[in-house]
């Protein structure tokens, strides 16, 4: 009769604070920024006594994040979601209510809305927060009242006070210590590189294939995130950064482990070519590091394994990183 495992014991809570919170300056800057974009708009709002402007302050803490591009990110997803919840209000107000009387018209009114914005919520995690600013924003401007809304202010100063506080929060976050994570994106598509040349060196049987798959994710989370960041601004720490062929660098990988796999299970007994392209990508992750200039290497594949000319070629594409990259970032 076989046993059941019992359930793992209490884990250790992970501590309120960081262990390096009151040694690393980036946890202080990344509070200071935030308190001085809210006490900016709070001095705004106190000033101008705009009562309908309160979301200019809630605004500045919802979208600060840490990383430039982190924040560039929350602070499109909350614009983007807020001016398309309040459009379809504006529309269901002044077109669609007027004609209704009951309960049934205003679930048939709401609904569509609402299950749009959790579809969204529940997709990819970089556009799911459009999806929750949709849902509270449409809910907050035309589901407030226990009566037909015919006054439209709300709705504006909620709108104008959304905009005003992103636009101080990332005025903020990029003038005053920008927290790039340009420097970060060249180290993490070097350690894929290096992960994938494992990959490529291990015994068939014994290929780390989780981890590489982790280290794809993480690669294209990040590269998502530089190029968020507002790279064409004078005041980014790393403007050389929108040269970098982050995204053909990351496809290149995407199709060198798709190559491998398939010469892997045509291989011959014996043949090197897989370890050769190994050393070879991990030559190329020190020229990601350094921005080097990569000397044209050739490998030679075996040609009776039909993945192997295909495998040889996409060797030699791979992007440049030197002073002036050959290969360009895609527009599509």
């Given at each position: 009769?076989?046993?059941?495992?019992?359930?793992?014991?209490?884990?250790?809570?992970?501590?309120?604070?960081?262990?390096?919170?009151?040694r690393n300056p980036a946890y202080l800057h990344f509070a200071l920024k935030t308190?001085?974009?809210?006490?900016?708009?709070?001095?705004?709002?106190?000033?101008?006594?705009?009562?309908?402007?309160?979301?200019?302050?809630?605004?500045?803490?919802?979208?600060?994040?840490?990383?430039?591009?982190?924040?560039?990110?929350?602070?499109?997803?909350?614009?983007?979601?807020?001016?398309?919840?309040?459009?379809?209000?504006?529309?269901?107000?002044?077109?669609?209510?007027?004609?209704?009387?009951?309960?049934?018209?205003?679930?048939?009114?709401?609904?569509?809305?609402?299950?749009?914005?959790?579809?969204?919520?529940?997709?990819?995690?970089?556009?799911?927060?459009?999806?929750?600013?949709?849902?509270?924003?449409?809910?907050?401007?035309?589901?407030?009242?226990?009566?037909?809304?015919?006054?439209?202010?709300?709705?504006?100063?909620?709108?104008?006070?959304?905009?005003?506080?992103?636009?101080?929060?990332?005025?903020?976050?990029?003038?005053?210590?920008?927290?790039?994570?340009?420097?970060?994106?060249?180290?993490?598509?070097?350690?894929?590189?290096?992960?994938?040349?494992?990959?490529?060196?291990?015994?068939?049987?014994?290929?780390?294939?989780?981890?590489?798959?982790?280290?794809?994710?993480?690669?294209?989370?990040?590269?998502?995130?530089?190029?968020?960041?507002?790279?064409?601004?004078?005041?980014?720490?790393?403007?050389?950064?929108?040269?970098?062929?982050?995204?053909?660098?990351?496809?290149?990988?995407?199709?060198?482990?798709?190559?491998?796999?398939?010469?892997?299970?045509?291989?011959?007994?014996?043949?090197?070519?897989?370890?050769?392209?190994?050393?070879?990508?991990r030559r190329y992750a020190e020229r990601i590091e350094q921005e080097a200039t990569?000397?044209?290497?050739?490998?030679?594949?075996?040609?009776?394994?039909?993945?192997?000319?295909?495998?040889?070629?996409?060797?030699?594409?791979?992007?440049?990183?030197?002073?002036?990259?050959?290969?360009?970032?895609?527009?599509?």
């Amino acid at each position: 009769m076989s046993r059941l495992a019992l359930p793992q014991g209490e884990v250790e809570k992970a501590p309120l604070l960081a262990p390096d919170a009151w040694r690393n300056p980036a946890y202080l800057h990344f509070a200071l920024k935030t308190l001085l974009a809210t006490l900016i708009c709070y001095v705004f709002y106190t000033a101008a006594d705009w009562q309908g402007l309160h979301t200019i302050m809630l605004s500045c803490v919802i979208v600060a994040q840490p990383g430039l591009g982190a924040t560039m990110q929350k602070t499109w997803l909350r614009i983007g979601g807020a001016l398309l919840a309040s459009l379809l209000a504006l529309l269901l107000i002044a077109f669609v209510q007027p004609w209704t009387d009951s309960l049934t018209d205003l679930l048939a009114m709401s609904l569509p809305v609402l299950a749009l914005a959790a579809w969204i919520a529940a997709g990819s995690e970089r556009i799911a927060y459009a999806g929750i600013q949709i849902g509270f924003t449409f809910a907050l401007a035309f589901l407030s009242w226990f009566a037909p809304l015919t006054n439209l202010t709300e709705l504006r100063d909620r709108v104008l006070g959304i905009l005003l506080g992103v636009l101080v929060s990332s005025i903020v976050h990029l003038y005053l210590w920008p927290d790039s994570e340009a420097p970060q994106l060249k180290t993490r598509l070097a350690a894929l590189y290096r992960r994938l040349a494992d990959c490529l060196a291990a015994p068939k049987e014994a290929v780390p294939l989780a981890p590489l798959l982790v280290a794809f994710t993480d690669s294209e989370a990040l590269i998502h995130r530089v190029r968020a960041e507002p790279l064409g601004t004078y005041a980014h720490p790393w403007p050389q950064a929108k040269d970098w062929p982050m995204r053909a660098t990351l496809a290149q990988a995407e199709e060198i482990a798709r190559l491998s796999e398939g010469y892997r299970l045509n291989a011959a007994p014996g043949d090197p070519t897989l370890a050769r392209c190994a050393e070879q990508l991990r030559r190329y992750a020190e020229r990601i590091e350094q921005e080097a200039t990569a000397p044209g290497e050739q490998l030679t594949a075996d040609l009776t394994n039909p993945f192997g000319p295909a495998l040889a070629a996409a060797l030699a594409a791979l992007p440049d990183w030197g002073p002036t990259p050959i290969a360009t970032e895609p527009t599509g």
